[in-house]
């Protein structure tokens, strides 16, 4: 088998330890910035833009404008009384984020090697043995930093880790193919079976997500099909039929619905960007009863 790099860089934007949520057992989940998607209702929008970016907290911002005056890029500016950082001027320097006097500035995102990441990793290796646990690669998509991903799985491998991922299976085939060779679990995002319907929620397709997820199937990938149930977009009794359906033909047998819920708001505001779904309210597993009960006369195996 290949021999992993561990001097490979990527961009990562935090590694959450103790997850029970995010694969079998317990496992550390590494989440990758970078999103080919931009789904109207992400609960982490700074997964989004593959690189760091710096998010204004205005309740600790003490209006000084010290971080316009010392940008080297020119990158900050006041629009409306409210800090708004460009992005594509940004280039990560921190100075803002060191000298900011109300601490109301943040660093979004790191770059680290293979092995800074499986440092962290492996302090919690007792843990995953004896849960059955071990690493998932999520996002953002990790897909979008393929090279990194799949140096990162070797690393794990040669760990003797479990390896899983979460996806939205928006990569070339070729791509796909490649990183998930060495992946043993696939949690395979599932946001809607109409193109169109996808393209206005997403901002793109779902033929390549439906294509890979065939594929992975027909592999012989454990795959669990995840759908966020989202109100107005996919969370009628139409949509329900429609995804069971869709399912069916890929040939998964089961699916985890994932009731939409508002722990990202907050994020927009820090991110100085527009929310959709601002006081929308959550759904509830009591909510969706009978929609869970549409797929399971379908034949797929539905759960929360």
């Known amino acids: ?22 694969g079998p057992g317990i496992r550390t989940v590494v989440f990758f910035k970078g999103c080919p998607m ?39 500016s006041l629009k409306h009384d409210h800090i708004h950082i460009n992005a594509a001027k940004c280039t990560g320097c921190r100075q803002c984020v060191l000298e900011c006097p109300g601490k109301a500035l943040e660093l979004e995102g790191d770059i680290k090697t293979v092995q800074d990441v499986m440092d962290v ?57 490649r990183v998930i060779e060495n992946l043993d679990y696939i949690l395979f995002d599932m946001k809607h079976w109409n193109s169109a319907k996808h393209i206005e929620g997403t901002g793109v397709g779902n033929d390549l997500p439906v ?4 594929r992975a199937i027909k592999m012989g990938k454990e795959v669990l099909p995840r759908i966020p149930v989202i109100p107005g977009f996919n ?32 994020k927009y505001s820090l991110l100085d960007q527009t929310y959709d779904y601002q006081n929308v309210p959550s759904i509830h597993r009591e909510d969706l009863q009978d929609y869970l009960q549409i797929f399971i006369n379908c034949g797929i195996d539905a759960f929360f």
């Not at 021999?3 to 995010?22: L, P």
């Open 121 to 177: 990793v492996m302090q919690d290796k007792v843990f995953y043995e004896e849960s059955s646990g071990g690493i998932t690669l999520s996002g953002g998509e990790f897909l979008s930093q393929p090279d990194f991903a799949e140096e990162l799985l070797l690393a794990s491998k040669e760990k003797g880790l479990h390896t899983c991922c979460e996806t939205t299976g928006f990569a070339d085939p070729e791509i796909f193919n």
């Open 1 to 22: 088998m290949k021999k992993a790099d561990y001097t490979k860089t990527g961009v990562i934007f935090n590694i959450q330890k103790f997850s029970v949520n995010d």
């Open 211 to 214: 294509s890979n997820m065939k």
């Open 38 to 76: 931009r789904c109207r209702w992400c609960s982490n929008p700074e997964s989004q833009l593959a690189k760091m970016q710096v998010l204004w907290d205005q309740k600790k911002c003490a209006r000084c404008h010290h971080c316009m005056d010392i940008c080297p890029a020119q990158a900050i």
């Open 235 to 266: 969370n009628s009794p139409e949509d329900a039929a429609g995804l069971a359906n869709a399912l069916q033909e890929a040939g998964a047998k089961k699916c985890q619905l994932l009731p939409f819920h508002q722990f990202g708001e907050n």
